[in-house]
């Protein structure tokens, strides 16, 4: 019972990544020849069952086997709902709002092309800084995940995983790009679905449940912090998707709107089953003894496998493989795609782009060996997305028409200074102010402090941002007076002529980057 041998570790996990680079590589080798535009994205390609299980294997890395669990320990089958729910339904945005954009954007394969069309360069480019920067914070969770998996499954050095899975999935995205991720996720969504249903059952059968432990428990009451994160998740998780490039890219690459729904449906469910599995064996964990309610919540999922047979363990050590390999790989053509789209509008050559990427690996790598804690490393683009997101997308409505660049600039950034002055209000100190901008507290402190953060940031981002509006308009009519001229600040914008995008689509043409900008001020 408990870990492998340190042969058998090593030849499993060592194994599944050689498998991922023949797999990779070989896909990569028979699409050599694909254009640049093939190569970033793969507009209106996909039905939507591939779409699904991309999802699927974008949408769940290896570190859902600490925080799910971890929350679960916390907050009771309450966390574990609430976290599921708000981590699977957002997903549906995709469906909702991707026809729309790729309507007005048909061009964009993803949301920063949009905004370049809408809120102009400046714009444009302070979404692509925040877009990178939240890749970033998620390839470097990843691999801090996959490197504590390793170690907590099998007592392995968890570098040479971290270093090896670097240099598989480097090797086959910069080969293949972004139709290389989308075919090697296929076949991992569905090694993941099924390998979860393997280690459900097993962990079902073997797992003896004590009953007088359920009620000493009271992960069955309803706490505080799981009030609290029916309201907090939601936001973090919604608007923080909208900051992930790999799932634009997924979106923009269904064949019809309906295959975008069916497959983002599919995934949603899917999705919200595994992550209430997984969630659950935090309880599970407590309820069988492996653990107290009292202990570090995040190696629950660990404490439970002790109890299992070594083959299980196997089996889990192969799914947290596939899992890690399947989010980072999207990841990393998400990047691609972004730097190349965002910084230098698709006219670097793509060599340069693979080789930044690779030399982004290796803070990657170094930061994730310090990571304290996954959880906040999602936290920090949490917050931040929280505070753009909203103003961003009120330009997606024809009503606010008048909404432009520098609104969503300065409301974005005004969110963010929301934080701190909420923060150095309620804790009576500007540097714990400071510190609850990047929630070094987490979320799991019992008082208010996470809560109001999350509320600040949206509201004070639209506050800042209807602020910034009358300044631009009180501005511009001031320059209308002296210049003599119109005050036409609020006329609506000239509409300009838009390509079909169904001829777009049967033209073949690499229409990669829209030819309209937006205004900014």
């Given at each position: 019972m408990g870990q492998p041998s340190f042969e058998a570790s090593n030849a499993v996990v060592y194994v599944t990544y050689g498998a991922f680079l023949l797999l990779g590589t070989g896909l990569a080798w028979k699409m050599r020849n694909q254009s640049k535009?093939?190569?970033?994205?793969?507009?209106?390609?996909?039905?939507?069952?591939?779409?699904?299980?991309?999802?699927?294997?974008?949408?769940?890395?290896?570190?859902?086997?600490?925080?799910?669990?971890q929350l679960g320990v916390l907050a009771g089958l309450q966390g574990v709902l609430v976290y599921a729910i708000s981590s699977a339904c957002p997903l549906l945005i995709f469906a909702a709002l991707a026809p729309i954009i790729r309507r007005k954007c048909p061009e964009g394969f993803v949301l920063t092309e949009w905004t370049r069309q809408r809120y102009g360069a400046v714009t444009a480019l302070y979404l692509g800084a925040l877009t990178l920067l939240t890749l970033f914070l998620y390839m470097v969770a990843e691999l801090s995940a996959i490197g504590q998996v390793i170690e907590a499954l099998t007592g392995l050095?968890?570098?040479?995983?971290?270093?090896?899975?670097?240099?598989?999935?480097t090797v086959y995205t910069s080969l293949g790009g972004f139709k290389i991720s989308f075919m090697t996720d296929n076949i991992q969504g569905a090694m993941i679905c099924?390998?979860?249903?393997?280690?459900t059952i097993t962990i079902g059968a073997k797992t003896e449940i004590k009953p007088e432990l359920i009620a000493d428990s009271g992960l069955l009451n309803s706490s505080l912090v799981g009030w609290q994160l029916i309201y907090i998740l939601p936001v973090a998780i919604l608007t923080n998707d909208f900051f992930l490039a790999n799932y634009w890219l997924r979106a923009f690459a269904s064949k019809t709107d309906k295959d975008l729904w069916i497959g983002v449906s599919v995934a949603m469910v899917v999705i919200l089953i595994v992550l209430t599995l997984v969630g659950c064996t935090g309880l599970i964990a407590v309820w069988s003894g492996a653990m107290s309610p009292d202990e570090d919540g995040s190696v629950a999922f660990f404490l439970l496998l002790e109890q299992l047979p070594n083959w299980v363990v196997g089996i889990v050590i192969v799914m947290a493989v596939c899992l890690s390999t399947a989010a980072f790989d999207s990841l990393q053509s998400a990047m691609v795609s972004s730097a190349s789209n965002d910084i230098f509008r698709n006219r670097l050559n793509i060599w340069w782009i693979r080789g930044a990427v690779v030399l982004v690996i290796f803070p990657v790598v170094v930061l994730a060996l310090k990571a304290p804690s996954i959880l906040q490393i999602y936290l920090i683009s949490d917050l931040l997305s929280a505070a753009t997101i909203p103003v961003l997308m009120l330009g997606l409505s024809e009503r606010f028409y008048w909404w432009r660049g520098f609104e969503v600039l300065i409301g974005g950034l005004g969110g963010i200074l929301t934080v701190f002055i909420f923060g150095t209000i309620y804790y009576g100190d500007a540097q714990l102010g400071g510190e609850l901008i990047l929630l070094e507290q987490g979320l799991y402190t019992g008082d208010w402090g996470a809560f109001g953060a999350f509320v600040a940031a949206p509201v004070g981002g639209l506050l800042w941002g209807f602020g910034a509006l009358a300044l631009r308009l009180a501005v511009q009519y001031v320059m209308s007076r002296v210049r003599g001229t119109r005050f036409d600040a609020l006329d609506h914008p000239a509409i300009e002529p838009s390509e079909d995008i169904d001829a777009l689509a049967d033209s073949g043409e690499e229409a990669t980057t829209s030819k309209v900008t937006g205004k900014f001020f």
């Amino acid at each position: 019972m408990g870990q492998p041998s340190f042969e058998a570790s090593n030849a499993v996990v060592y194994v599944t990544y050689g498998a991922f680079l023949l797999l990779g590589t070989g896909l990569a080798w028979k699409m050599r020849n694909q254009s640049k535009a093939e190569f970033l994205a793969g507009n209106r390609t996909q039905t939507a069952f591939p779409l699904a299980l991309n999802f699927i294997a974008a949408a769940m890395g290896s570190g859902i086997l600490f925080s799910y669990p971890q929350l679960g320990v916390l907050a009771g089958l309450q966390g574990v709902l609430v976290y599921a729910i708000s981590s699977a339904c957002p997903l549906l945005i995709f469906a909702a709002l991707a026809p729309i954009i790729r309507r007005k954007c048909p061009e964009g394969f993803v949301l920063t092309e949009w905004t370049r069309q809408r809120y102009g360069a400046v714009t444009a480019l302070y979404l692509g800084a925040l877009t990178l920067l939240t890749l970033f914070l998620y390839m470097v969770a990843e691999l801090s995940a996959i490197g504590q998996v390793i170690e907590a499954l099998t007592g392995l050095d968890g570098l040479p995983v971290v270093i090896v899975e670097c240099i598989v999935t480097t090797v086959y995205t910069s080969l293949g790009g972004f139709k290389i991720s989308f075919m090697t996720d296929n076949i991992q969504g569905a090694m993941i679905c099924c390998l979860i249903i393997i280690a459900t059952i097993t962990i079902g059968a073997k797992t003896e449940i004590k009953p007088e432990l359920i009620a000493d428990s009271g992960l069955l009451n309803s706490s505080l912090v799981g009030w609290q994160l029916i309201y907090i998740l939601p936001v973090a998780i919604l608007t923080n998707d909208f900051f992930l490039a790999n799932y634009w890219l997924r979106a923009f690459a269904s064949k019809t709107d309906k295959d975008l729904w069916i497959g983002v449906s599919v995934a949603m469910v899917v999705i919200l089953i595994v992550l209430t599995l997984v969630g659950c064996t935090g309880l599970i964990a407590v309820w069988s003894g492996a653990m107290s309610p009292d202990e570090d919540g995040s190696v629950a999922f660990f404490l439970l496998l002790e109890q299992l047979p070594n083959w299980v363990v196997g089996i889990v050590i192969v799914m947290a493989v596939c899992l890690s390999t399947a989010a980072f790989d999207s990841l990393q053509s998400a990047m691609v795609s972004s730097a190349s789209n965002d910084i230098f509008r698709n006219r670097l050559n793509i060599w340069w782009i693979r080789g930044a990427v690779v030399l982004v690996i290796f803070p990657v790598v170094v930061l994730a060996l310090k990571a304290p804690s996954i959880l906040q490393i999602y936290l920090i683009s949490d917050l931040l997305s929280a505070a753009t997101i909203p103003v961003l997308m009120l330009g997606l409505s024809e009503r606010f028409y008048w909404w432009r660049g520098f609104e969503v600039l300065i409301g974005g950034l005004g969110g963010i200074l929301t934080v701190f002055i909420f923060g150095t209000i309620y804790y009576g100190d500007a540097q714990l102010g400071g510190e609850l901008i990047l929630l070094e507290q987490g979320l799991y402190t019992g008082d208010w402090g996470a809560f109001g953060a999350f509320v600040a940031a949206p509201v004070g981002g639209l506050l800042w941002g209807f602020g910034a509006l009358a300044l631009r308009l009180a501005v511009q009519y001031v320059m209308s007076r002296v210049r003599g001229t119109r005050f036409d600040a609020l006329d609506h914008p000239a509409i300009e002529p838009s390509e079909d995008i169904d001829a777009l689509a049967d033209s073949g043409e690499e229409a990669t980057t829209s030819k309209v900008t937006g205004k900014f001020f």
